[in-house]
């Protein structure tokens, strides 16, 4: 599945680090960076001056993983 846990998953806030969504992705740091930089990044990222920053419910989505359904 993902390098993170459901329960982690679905406890992240509203927008989280690009190398969170990575690690949930199963993506290392600097391959999750060149996509970033490229906008190749599986899901939508926000840049925001220096940093990128990924919108939680679009990781969830692309994990198949409905927020709010446990089970």
Do not use: C
Request: net charge positive; aromatic share 4%; hydrophobic share 45%.
């Amino acid at each position: 599945m993902s390098g993170m846990t459901r329960s982690q998953l679905l406890a992240l806030p509203a927008t989280t680090d690009l190398v969170t969504a990575a690690k949930a992705l199963g993506i290392g740091r600097t391959t999750a960076y060149q996509l970033a930089r490229t906008g190749e990044f599986p899901v939508p990222v926000l840049r925001l001056g220096t940093r990128y920053r990924v919108v939680s419910s679009g990781l969830l989505a692309a994990l198949g993983i409905e927020h709010g359904v446990h089970g």
